[in-house]
Structure formats: C-alpha cells, structure tokens
C-alpha cells in the first residue's frame, strides 16, 4: 500500500458510527481535518480565523462551525463549512472517518471528520472569516521541540500549544487548546506513533477512553 492507503487504513481503526448514538440533544458543531500528501509526507490543511471575528480572532484552527437545519449529518457540516471557509469543493474531499465527539468548554458537542485532499488544492480564503491557509507535515504534532504543556484542562486533558514557523512565509503560528489536541491524535492514529511527549492517550482503547471522558464531562453540565 503507498502511503495514503496506509494512513487510510490506520484511520478507519478508530472511526465511530453509532457508538455515541446515545448522547443527550446538545448544540452541534464539526470540523475538518483535511489530509494531503506532499513531497512523501502526510501534510494537515489549518485556518487562521480573520481578526475582524469576534471570537477566537486570529486563532489557528480547522476549517469547521455549527451545524445547520440544511445539514443531513456531522459529514455535511465539516464539508459545508470547509467551501464556506476556504472554498474548498465537497466532490475534491474523500472523506475517511468520524472521530470521536468532544464536548468544548461552552456545552458545544464538536465531531472531527477527517479526509484527504489533493495536493493541488489551492485555497480560496473568505476574507471575512479566514486570513490565511497553511499546511504543515503532520509529524509536526508528534515532535518534543516545539511543544508546551499547560496543567490548564481541556477536551483532551492537560493544554497543548505549538509554535511553528511557516517556512514559505515566515510566519510564525501558535497552534494550541483543542486544535492542537486534535492534530496529536490524528498524527499518532495516522502515523502509528506515540508523540515525544505524554498525552495520556489510552492507545489499546482510545475510543472507550473518550466515551468516559465525555460522559464525565456531561455529567457536569
């Protein structure tokens, strides 16, 4: 297998279908965590949101929002979202899985939806939502050099924060909170690789892991 089908093959391990069908009627959201491969490595597509919004300004994140009335699914939302933001054509997107849902500090229930791109998308950023589109090798999330760790709790546990330097702009990003927690999870499912760093992931069983942690986090609300 070349290296998409591979990490095709490794994703769809942890895709869930009906295991969170159980879950109370909450506001809905997803987001897009958009795959390619570029020059023999897996790259991951990310956002910077326009600093004219009024939340998370200028904030490294996915492509994603709500859920709206029209949307059939968490798929469509992720991929409606994503031509929004980035003018990035559902038929160009092969989706792979669903992961997990996660529930955000403001009672919103996120679902990360994970697909591969072409390399040869070219962005086209809605001004007033997005400033600029980039993409880093997803190994980038595995690596002890640019990373920190705050004892502040989120989704996933312990805060996790990024800086990284894009290397065709200079332009320097701190990728944190549940972005970057959501990129270390995609890079050691698709990777096959623990990070340099702890994260607390039950590997053997990550999915039961996530289910005790949500309904933690639900029984809270």
């Known amino acids: 297998m070349d290296l998409k ?17 159980y879950l109370p009627a909450l506001p809905k959201a997803s987001v897009l965590i958009p795959l390619l491969v570029k020059d023999g ?9 326009s600093l004219n919004l009024k939340v998370h300004a200028g904030e490294v994140c996915f492509p994603g ?15 409606r979202e994503a031509e929004e933001e980035i003018g990035l054509p559902p038929n160009r997107v092969e989706v792979v899985c669903k992961l997990f849902p996660v529930l955000n500090k403001n009672g919103l229930l996120i679902t990360p939806v994970v697909a591969f791109i072409e390399e040869s998308f070219k962005a086209s950023p809605n001004p007033h939502e997005v400033s600029e589109v980039f993409t880093l090798p997803l190994e980038f999330f595995t690596k002890e050099a640019d990373h920190s760790c705050y004892p502040v709790p989120g989704a996933f546990g312990s805060t996790h924060s990024f800086i990284y330097t894009d290397p ?54």
Not at 41 to 49: E, F, H, I
Not at 65 to 79: F, P, Q, V, W, Y
């Open 41 to 49: 490595q897996l790259q991951v597509l990310l956002n910077v949101r």
């Open 168 to 221: 065709s702009t200079g332009n320097i990003h701190q990728i944190w909170g549940l972005t970057a927690s959501l990129a270390i999870i995609v890079a050691v499912f698709a990777l096959r690789k623990k990070p340099e760093f702890e994260i607390g992931l039950n590997l053997k069983d990550p999915v039961s892991q996530f289910k005790d942690v949500l309904n933690q986090r639900l029984s809270k609300l």
């Open 65 to 79: 929002g709500k859920s709206e009335s029209s949307d059939r699914n968490e798929i469509d939302t992720a991929l």
């Open 5 to 21: 089908e591979q990490t095709i093959a490794s994703l769809k391990k942890y895709e869930t279908r009906d295991e969170f069908s």
